[in-house]
C-alpha cells in the first residue's frame, strides 16, 4: 500500500505561482508513474501532468508553458510548479501513483484557489 501527502494547496491571483509537493510512502516499486490530477467543482477529474522515475513527463495541453511537474526520487517526492495561474486553474488538485494497472493510489486532495 501506498500513502500519499500533498501539500502547497491555497489562495492565489490570477498570475501567481504555487507549487505543489506529494511525498509517497510505504511499497515503493521501482517503475512507477507519479502524477497530478485536478477536479472542479461540477466537472470531471482530469490529468494535470505525470511523470515517470525515468523522467518522461507529459502535461495537459492546458497547462503546457505555465506548469512544470518534477520529481525526487531518493524523496518518493513529485512537484507541481504552477505559474501564470488562472481562474480556471481552480480546483482541487490531487496526487497519484500507479505501479501497474492494479496497483494505483489517490493523495486527499488539496485545493488550488484563483482569484481574480
Known amino acids: 500500500q501506498v500513502q500519499l501527502v500533498e501539500s502547497g494547496g491555497g489562495l492565489v491571483q490570477a498570475g501567481g505561482s504555487l507549487r505543489l509537493s506529494c511525498a509517497a510512502s510505504g511499497s515503493i516499486f521501482r517503475f512507477n508513474v507519479m502524477g497530478w490530477y485536478r477536479q472542479a467543482p461540477g466537472k470531471q477529474r482530469e490529468l494535470v501532468a505525470g511523470i515517470s522515475s525515468g523522467g518522461l513527463a507529459n502535461y495537459a495541453d492546458s497547462v503546457k508553458g505555465r506548469f512544470t511537474i518534477s520529481r525526487d526520487n531518493a524523496k518518493n517526492t513529485v512537484y507541481l510548479q504552477m505559474n501564470s495561474l488562472k481562474l480556471e486553474d481552480t480546483a482541487v488538485y490531487y496526487c497519484?501513483?500507479?505501479?501497474?494497472?492494479?496497483?494505483?493510489?489517490w493523495g486527499q486532495g488539496t485545493q488550488v484557489t484563483v482569484s481574480s
Open positions: 497519484h501513483y500507479a505501479a501497474t494497472l492494479g496497483y494505483d493510489y
